[in-house]
């Protein structure tokens, strides 16, 4: 039996969608198609309260990057629902970066129906021959925690109920429901099936005996240091750092980071470059999965390294060679507040690591604020200025998607949970969708997009933009104008820097000229749109770009022409 709270389904989609709700998914951010037409039927049939919320979305990215960002800022998994096999194609992508980043959300799409006569829901249309395939879960499968093709109509709701439950079980990740039209269409009759929510698995509580061997690791450690990317969305990993850290004199750095976890003016705040690890001799990293590029800031032959996290190995990554002392399994949080429980440094060496720290931190500090002001004087400007800018205008609730176009040392963050880059799966067009999602979830919050051109273009703003303007999303859109894609030209820089592509007046496959007018394209959807090309400009400009977001309620979009850097 479904909840008491929840009408008895009469069909298949009616079930599933009852049993999304039930399990704690709000939305359903959906583009659809033919094979929609029992899901419309049940959505427009059954109460609103019942069933998620439908969100229309233009494009396939943008949908499960709206999913992917309302997770991040919310922590509660969402559902996503396309077209068959060419919707799940340009879903992909989407995919591809939530499990990279551990994004629960339960990504579903229709099959065309798999009956020619006799059934209803079964085939009326020339798509339906041409859109069928062997296996179409084999464009996700690689990519997904669990799979599954509904059969029957009274599965919906518990197969609903079992894939939200293994999207949130550690460690956590998308999943897949492929769903043919018959079943979705079939009456259940009397077979009902229990929907109710299934609870999560949760991360295993750390071995104690290898918890007291992190411990006396890094008490006994002349230069310890923590390496983090990611924290949970409550904060509780950002939390346990910190204390730790203030408590044994160990500094946090947040290399190639994807979801920040300390405050800029954090005792322990070490920033974000890589290099750090090439001089530590005991080294936890924490739920990272590239702490360092061996090539580059390998530590020394002799560091300890000790690894934490649900998956410390990274098990879904094929090769993954980064040396190993010690691997606890369990939450982050809580492991790192074990090991500080069980620390006990000598009173001299603690004095040494907080004097240490805090030199450190007034040094770095000093030197992105030289850097800082030497963007703000350059023509065109450089990322620093931009970054240190949109951080000034940030407010304790603001959070910002980067995607190419920040650099998160010159920002001044205000704790964990404020700043999130586009996933190491790197899937462009990213970060214009996930801030649109976030924005939905945090209704009167300031949200911004910042990305490079590229990755402008990558997101399909005129979809984003028209789900801004139709859902009345706010947000302010920051696009890093060099006119190219910076991060193909820095590659080849990086693998032939004597090459004749370094050399030729325009590297081949590089440049975006002529750049679009990314101020009419935001304009065509009614936004605010300026253009920027002087640094002195851009404090300005962002002052009226909050002004029309905090008083009209559109959303604005800033084109920021940004000096090419060989370093970001």
Known sequence: MTSSASPDPRTGAEALLIGLKSSGVDYMFANAGTDFPPVI????????????????????????????????????PQSVMVHVNVGLANAVMGVLNAASDNVPLVMMSGRTPLTEIGRAGGRVSPIQYGQEMFDQTALVREAVKFDYELRYPEQGGPLAARAVSIAMSEPRGPVYLSLPREPLTAQIGERVSDSSPRPSAIAAAPDAGAVAEAARLLDAAERPLIICQRGDTEGRLAAALSALGARHGIGTVEPFVVRNLLASDDLVALGYAPGLSKNADVIVVVDSG??????????????????I???????RMPMRGFPAALSITGDPAA??????????????TLTRRLTDLTDR????????????????????MGAEWLSRCLSDVMDDDAVIFSELGLVPGAMRIKGPN?????????????????ALGAQLARPGKLTIAAMGDGSYIFANPVACHQIAEALELPILVIVK???????????????YPDGAAVKANTMPLTSLSPVPDFVQIAGASRAHAERVTRAQDLPDALARALSVIREDGRAALLDVQVAVSDAH
Not at 309 to 315: C, I
Not at 418 to 434: D, I, K, T, V, Y
Not at 481 to 495: E, F, I, K
């Open 41 to 76: 039927e049940a959505l427009a049939s059954l109460p609103s309260a019942s069933v998620p919320v439908p969100v229309t979305a233009p494009h396939e990215t943008a949908a499960v990057a709206m999913a992917h960002g309302f997770y991040l800022v919310t922590g509660r």
């Open 335 to 348: 492991t790192i507040a074990a090991i500080d429980a069980a620390m006990t440094p000598a009173k001299d």
């Open 309 to 315: 996290g649900t998956d410390p190995q990274f098990t």
């Open 418 to 434: 404020r700043l999130f880059s586009n996933p190491h799966s790197g899937g462009l067009g990213w970060a214009f969708g996930a």
């Open 481 to 495: 104008n060099n006119g190219m894609w910076n991060a193909v030209r820095r590659s080849v820089v990086g693998g």
């Open 361 to 380: 931190g007034q040094s770095r500090r000093a030197a992105m604020d030289r850097t800082v002001e030497a963007a703000r004087a350059a023509d065109p």
């Open 290 to 307: 590239v702490p360092w590029i061996a090539s580059l800031h390998a530590p020394g032959s002799d560091a300890k390294v000790i690894h």
